[in-house]
């Protein structure tokens, strides 16, 4: 699970080195993300299907080696093609959270998955702050920045060798593949996230944008209408729309804007430079990693970790609207209160304690409803779900920052940035209240 985390993060910091060491620009270079976003997008929930159908050690020690392959392709050449082909083969590691629910739900059972999804949504989120604690160490100005792409090879080494020895064998249901339905999701959700990954720089009203929206919503409609009719559906429309599911989707996507929210914006607000525009505390990548965030991760796996026992006494629901509260609580905090170093790095504590506590929490909920034949593809949908608020997240936050000026200038506000933590405070609160609403809807077991 760390791998996820860590290939997300630790690439961030390194934009502006690979834009000048390669010689390209940055729309060219955004594809280092985009493209990875966009594998991630397509292969969760396929991947995640498969797993569920023909055995999940299989499938995530075929991840493995692929993520292993797209590592050494980033080292091999200075080259942005090779990179951009790289960083998509990573871009499979995000299926490997939904295949680790689906693994321990095997081996452990009802009641030692709850503690387990604790302690591996914890890992999660130590990995999203080793990523950029890696990034500030390994790199500095001047260094080639394969240097943190070598940290990611030996990861993946590290995690195929000890998923070989212990991850348990766990058969699948040998159902067969939905082959349009695999397409037709692909396409859709590519659709749907090129636009919101690249909206910013082709402008959220032209024809690219606008064009890629609506096909992949016309396609999504026309993938869902082939699902309910066909016999071995690819993901049973019960998994998407359950009074069961719908909620725990629809949280996760919300949990996700908070999430990202909170780490770009506070990265971003960190590091600006106080004598230039007034707010900020111009620290450096390192800095940002070590006296920011490092703190507020250790608090987040401490708490995931506790979560994992707390879902077992109280409910995952009521454990997950709580987790909401503590999120709103830490945006409304940073509102008012942003001048001060302190205060950025208790936000930052509170914060991450409600992404990881909502990380254990939302696929417990998933869990408690779905079949266990079911539980790659349906955990699949709902890690999708957050990418894409998380997607969202990222584009709102960039048009804020653009928008939202000093005056004379093209430079931040730091009105933007309250604007942004606002955003979040709303979007923590709303999942809260979805999970709340759920509970008075018809909860069923998905059969």
Sequence with gaps: MMITSVMQTAVVPLMPAITEQLGVGAN??????????????????????LADRRGARRVLLGILSVVLIGSLLCVARDSLPVLIVGRALQGTSFALFPIGVAVLRSALGARGITPALGIMSGMMSVGGGAGMVAAGLLYSEGDDYRRVFWLLVALSVMAA????????RVPGSGSGTDVRGALGLAVGLSALLLALARGGTWGWTSVPTLGCAVAGALVLVAWYR?????????????????????????????????????????????????????????ASVLETSLFYLLPGQVAGV???????????RFRADRVLMVACAIGVGGFAFLIFNHGQAWQLVTAVAVLNVFVSVA?????????????MRDTGVANGINAIARTFGSSLASALVGSLLAAVTIAGTELPSSRAYVIAFVVGGV???????????????QITKID
């Design 28 to 49: 060219a270079a955004g594809w280092i993300v985009t493209v990875n976003l966009l594998v991630a997008t397509v292969c969760t929930p396929l991947l995640g299907r």
């Design 161 to 168: 060798v000890i998923a070989w020895f212990v991850v348990p």
């Design 226 to 282: 082939h699902e309910r009719r066909t016999d071995a559906p690819l993901v049973a429309p019960a998994l998407l729309t359950a009074g069961s599911v719908a909620p725990t989707h629809l949280a996760a996507f919300l949990v996700g804007i908070a999430m990202f929210v909170q780490f770009l914006a506070i990265a971003m607000f960190v590091q600006a430079d106080p004598d230039e525009v007034g707010y900020g505390f111009g």
């Design 302 to 312: 401490t708490a995931a970790v506790v979560s994992g026992l707390l879902v077992r």
């Design 359 to 371: 990380y254990g929490a939302l696929p417990a909920m998933l869990i408690d409803h779905v079949p």
């Design 427 to 441: 979007t923590a609160f709303a999942a809260g209240l979805t999970v709340a609403v759920g509970r008075f809807l």
